[in-house]
Nanobody, 119 residues
Framework: QVQLVESGGGLVQPGGSLRLSCAAS????????MGWYRQAPGKQRELVAA???????NYADSVKGRFTISRDNAKNTVYLQLNSLIPEDTAVYYC?????????????WGQGTQVTVSS
């Protein structure tokens, strides 16, 4: 069992910044990919950014140049720096991790953290 604990959401004005964190704990051998997804009211959950164990990154077109994903393998933590926020970024942001335990991969989700961009 793996737990993902997110923090850092909140209310911010347009143009502002936030930093989300997600720490993994529990039983696993390694963490392959970690990522952030978001879900706005009435919309499907979508990928925001992902990072592999080798630090390769992937971003949604809508956040390229504004958001930055990074990870600290020693702390089993993934971060998402959100800059130049716009109202369309308002959503619940979910952390995701693909972990390896013995010979299998398992997919886990955090509980979500609310990001609201409004003046």
């Amino acid at each position: 069992q793996v737990q993902l604990v997110e923090s850092g959401g909140g209310l911010v004005q347009p143009g502002g910044s936030l930093r989300l964190s997600c720490a993994a704990s529990g039983r696993y051998f390694s963490i392959n990919e970690m990522g952030w997804y978001r879900q706005a009211p009435g919309k499907q959950r979508e990928l925001v950014a992902a990072i592999t164990s080798g630090d390769s990154t992937n971003y949604a077109d809508s956040v390229k140049g504004r958001f930055t994903i990074s990870r600290d393998n020693a702390k089993n933590t993934v971060y998402l720096q959100l800059n130049s926020l716009i109202p369309e970024d308002t959503a619940v942001y979910y952390c995701n991790a693909v972990v390896v335990y013995y010979t299998r991969e398992y997919n886990y989700w955090g509980q979500g953290t609310q990001v609201t961009v409004s003046s």
